[in-house]
C-alpha cells in the first residue's frame, strides 16, 4: 500500500483516499477510474447450481436497483444486468466478519439508482428464496452477492425522474428505450427477424450484394434526398430503392439476389411511413411474378412460424386489384373484417339514389355490418352510428362531394323494418341478398360511374372507420389471426396525380408501380398502342391484415421495350429519358428476364408485433416532420456549408 493512498484494497481496483485528508483524489484520477475497470468474470443471468455448493469471487457489470435498508448498518441492493433482464440481489454489511469497517458499504449507499457500476463480491447460496421480480426484470433468487467493492462508472443524475409511471417524450428516446423493457423487446424481435430472413433467403440461393447509396436522381416516381457535392451543379441522389441496381445485377450473372436495404423517400410522414426506412429486397433472373411469389410466400411462412409460431396458408390467397377494390373498395383490403361491398343501384329507387347522393348516373354501392352480439338491440346500433358519425372520424365522411353514407339501422319493429326510403320491392331483395338481423347496419355509398383508380373508395375508407369504432365499443372483437393476400394485376399506369412527382412525362399517366414493370401478357402489349389507360401489369403487392408489406413485379428486360414505354406511353422529353440511358445499355447486353419484390422490413415487423406504428420497431425513429427529436436532425446549414456546395438560401416561405 503506498504511503499516499489508504483504503482496502480489492483485487485491481481500490478505493482512492487521501491519508491525510481522507479527501477524494482530483477529478481527473477519478474519470480516469471510470475508464480503467476490470472485466466482469460473470454475467448476470439465471444461475445453475452444483452441490456442494463451492463460494467464489466474481466481478458484475450492471445499473443499480433501489436500495432497501434493513438497518443503519445493513442493506439489500439489486444490481440489474446489462441488458436490463435480470436482477441479482447485493447484501452489505457496514463491517466485515472481522469487525473491519468497509468504505465499500458507505460508497454505496451514496450511489443513485440506475448507476452503472463495477461490483466485486462473493458468490453466496441465498437461504430466501422469495422476492419479486424487479419490474420486467427476473429476479435471480437461488444466489446473492455479498459486497466487497463498488466501482462507479458514471453518475444517474437526480434532475432524470425515473418512476414506474413515467413517460418519457421522444426527445428522450434514450430513457424510452432503457426504461420501457417492451422497447428493447420490439428491437431485439427485429433483428430476431433480419437474421431468419438472411437465413431462409440463403437457403433459397440468394446471394446478398450491397448496392450503393449516392446514387442519381432518376424519375421513378417518388420524390428524392439530394447530397450535394463540392463540384458546382451536381448532386447525388440517396436511392429510393436498389431497383435500378439490381436489375443491373440481373444483366450481370447474379441470378439471385437480395438485401436488407436502406431506402430514401421524401414524403409527408405518416403511421407506416419514415423518410428513410429499410426493405427486403430481392430480385430473380429467369423468372417471372410467379416464382417471386413463391420464395415470398416461403420466406413469410418461416418467419411467421418460427417467431410467433404461427402456421399461415398454402398458398395464400389472392385477389386482382379489381376485385379487390370491387368488394373491398381497397386495393390493401383487411380481408379478416368481413363487411363485402356490393353493387346495389340497379335495384334502387330513383329518389333515394337522388337523396344520397347529387351525382348523375352513379354507381352505389352498400355494405352491411353485423355486430358481435347475439343481442341484435337496434337501439344499440342507432346510438353507436350517431356518435360516430358525430365524431370526428366521422364527419369526414359527410363531406363527401359525391354524397355522404345513406345509413340505415334493420329494426323488425318498424314499417319495412326500417327501409322504407328502399320501397318495398327493393327492401324485399335486400333482404334475400343479405338476409340482415335486427341491429344489423345497412351503408350505401354513391361514387362517380368510372373505373377505379388509387388505393381506396370513399366506402372502403368507411368500412375501415366503422369497424375500428365498433371495436372500440366493443361491439365486434378484434380479429385475432393473421391473414395474408396477394392482390394482383394492378392498372400498368395511372393518372398522373399531382402530389406524386411521377416520371414527369406529358402523357397524363404515370406508372402505377414503377417505370420498369412489365405489361402481363402478349394482349397487354397490343393495348399499349391502343388504349395504354386498360394495360395490366404483371405486378403483384403481399397484404396482411389490410397492411401492404410490399410490391413487385416483372421487369422490362428488353432495352427498346424499355424506351417505348418511356417515350411513347409516358411521352418522357428527351433529358428525362436520357437519365436512365445506363439501364437501357445494360438492358440492351442480353439482359435475361427477371422478377423482383421488395417488402417493407419496418412494417412487416409492426404487424408481427401487433404495432399501429413502425416507428415502434425503429430504434430511432423520425417524427412525422420528418425530424429526429433526440439529435435535432435535420440540421440547418451554415454560411460556409452553403458556400462549400454551391448552395443559397431562397428568400420566402
Given at each position: 500500500m503506498s504511503e499516499k493512498t489508504s483504503g482496502e484494497l480489492f483485487g485491481n481496483f481500490k478505493i482512492f483516499q487521501s491519508k491525510e485528508h481522507h479527501q477524494p483524489f482530483s477529478k481527473a484520477t477519478i474519470l480516469f477510474s471510470s475508464l480503467a475497470f476490470p472485466a466482469a468474470t460473470h454475467e448476470i443471468k439465471p444461475f445453475s447450481i452444483t452441490l456442494p455448493f463451492k463460494q467464489?469471487?466474481?466481478?458484475?457489470?450492471?445499473?443499480?436497483?433501489?436500495?432497501?435498508?434493513?438497518?443503519?448498518?445493513?442493506?439489500?441492493i439489486p444490481l440489474l444486468s446489462r441488458s436490463l433482464d435480470y436482477s441479482i440481489q447485493i447484501i452489505s454489511s457496514a463491517r466485515s466478519s472481522g469487525e473491519k469497517i468497509k468504505p465499500a458499504h458507505e460508497k454505496l449507499k451514496t450511489l443513485e439508482e440506475h448507476t452503472p457500476v463495477v461490483v466485486r463480491g462473493l458468490l453466496k447460496l441465498r437461504e430466501a428464496k422469495d422476492g419479486k421480480d424487479l419490474g420486467k426484470a427476473k429476479k435471480i433468487s437461488n444466489v446473492e452477492i455479498e459486497l466487497g467493492d463498488v466501482q462507479s462508472l458514471n453518475e444517474f443524475p437526480k434532475d432524470i425522474i425515473a418512476a414506474s409511471e413515467t413517460v418519457f417524450p421522444p426527445e428522450q428516446r434514450h430513457l424510452q428505450l432503457k426504461f420501457d423493457k417492451k422497447a428493447r423487446d420490439f428491437l431485439a424481435f427485429r433483428a430476431e427477424a433480419a437474421s431468419l430472413c438472411k437465413d431462409s433467403l440463403r437457403s433459397m440461393e440468394f446471394l446478398e450484394v450491397e448496392t450503393p447509396l449516392l446514387f442519381k436522381s432518376t424519375p421513378e416516381g417518388a420524390r428524392e434526398f439530394l447530397v450535394p457535392t463540392r463540384r458546382k451543379g451536381y448532386a447525388y441522389a440517396l436511392p429510393q430503392s436498389p431497383q435500378q441496381f439490381k436489375q443491373i445485377l440481373m444483366a450481370s450473372g447474379i441470378s439471385r439476389?437480395?438485401?436488407?436495404?436502406?431506402?430514401?423517400?421524401?414524403?409527408?410522414?405518416?403511421?407506416?411511413?419514415?423518410?428513410?426506412?429499410?426493405?427486403?429486397?430481392?430480385?430473380?433472373?429467369?423468372a417471372t411474378g410467379e416464382d417471386v411469389m413463391s420464395c415470398i410466400e416461403a420466406l413469410i411462412r418461416t418467419l411467421w412460424n418460427d417467431m410467433l409460431n404461427i402456421e399461415l396458408p398454402s398458398p395464400f390467397p389472392r385477389l386482382t386489384?379489381?376485385?379487390?377494390?370491387?368488394?373491398?373498395?381497397?386495393?390493401?383490403?383487411?380481408?379478416?373484417?368481413?363487411?363485402?361491398?356490393?353493387?346495389?343501384?340497379?335495384l334502387l329507387p330513383a329518389d333515394l339514389i337522388n337523396m344520397i347522393t347529387p351525382l348523375t348516373n352513379p354507381i352505389v354501392e352498400v355494405l352491411v355490418f353485423r355486430q358481435s352480439s347475439q343481442e341484435h338491440d337496434a337501439d344499440q346500433t342507432l346510438k353507436f352510428i350517431s356518435n360516430f358519425m358525430e365524431s370526428s372520424d366521422g364527419t369526414v365522411f359527410q363531406t363527401n362531394?359525391?354524397?355522404?353514407?345513406?345509413?340505415?339501422?334493420?329494426?323488425?319493429?318498424?314499417?319495412?323494418q326500417g327501409l322504407q326510403s328502399f320501397?318495398?320491392?327493393?327492401?324485399?331483395?335486400?333482404?334475400?341478398?343479405?338476409?340482415?338481423?335486427?341491429?344489423?347496419?345497412?351503408?350505401?355509398?354513391?361514387?362517380?360511374?368510372?373505373?377505379?383508380t388509387g388505393g381506396s373508395t370513399s366506402l372502403g375508407n368507411f368500412r375501415l372507420a366503422l369497424h375500428k369504432a365498433a371495436v372500440s365499443q366493443g361491439l365486434v372483437e378484434a380479429p385475432p389471426t393473421f391473414e395474408p393476400l396477394w392482390v394482383t394485376d394492378f392498372p400498368l399506369f395511372s393518372p398522373t396525380n399531382a402530389s406524386e412527382p411521377g416520371?414527369?412525362?406529358?402523357?397524363?399517366?404515370?406508372?402505377?408501380?414503377h417505370p420498369f414493370t412489365s405489361p402481363k401478357s402478349a394482349a397487354d402489349v397490343d393495348l399499349l398502342f391502343t388504349d395504354p389507360s386498360q394495360v395490366i401489369g404483371e405486378h403483384y403487392d403481399l397484404v396482411i391484415n389490410g397492411v401492404e408489406l410490399g410490391g413487385g413485379s416483372r421487369r422490362i428486360h428488353n432495352s427498346e421495350m424499355q424506351r417505348f414505354i418511356m417515350e411513347d406511353i409516358l411521352k418522357m422529353g428527351p433529358e428525362r429519358v436520357s437519365e436512365f440511358e445506363h439501364l437501357l445499355e445494360v438492358l440492351r447486353a442480353g439482359c435475361p428476364p427477371h422478377a423482383g419484390i421488395a417488402l417493407g422490413f419496418d412494417r412487416l415487423v409492426a404487424v408481427m408485433l401487433g404495432r399501429a406504428s413502425v416507428r415502434d420497431v425503429i430504434a430511432f425513429p423520425k417524427s412525422g416532420k420528418g425530424e429526429d427529436p433526440l439529435v435535432k436532425s435535420p440540421g440547418l446549414m451554415n454560411s460556409e456549408a452553403l458556400e462549400t456546395y454551391h448552395l443559397q438560401v431562397k428568400d420566402g416561405d
Open positions: 467464489e469471487k466474481v466481478v458484475l457489470h450492471g445499473y443499480l436497483g433501489s436500495r432497501t435498508d434493513l438497518s443503519k448498518n445493513f442493506f439489500f439476389y437480395y438485401q436488407l436495404a436502406k431506402c430514401f423517400r421524401d414524403e409527408d410522414g405518416r403511421a407506416d411511413r419514415q423518410p428513410e426506412f429499410t426493405q427486403v429486397d430481392l430480385e430473380m433472373s429467369f386489384y379489381l376485385e379487390a377494390m370491387s368488394k373491398y373498395g381497397s386495393d390493401k383490403p383487411d380481408i379478416r373484417l368481413g363487411m363485402p361491398i356490393s353493387r346495389i343501384d340497379y362531394p359525391e354524397g355522404g353514407p345513406g345509413i340505415f339501422v334493420y329494426n323488425s319493429r318498424k314499417p319495412l320501397g318495398f320491392e327493393a327492401a324485399e331483395e335486400v333482404e334475400r341478398l343479405f338476409e340482415p338481423e335486427d341491429g344489423d347496419l345497412i351503408v350505401l355509398q354513391a361514387r362517380k360511374n368510372s373505373p377505379f416520371q414527369g412525362g406529358s402523357a397524363g399517366l404515370a406508372s402505377t408501380h
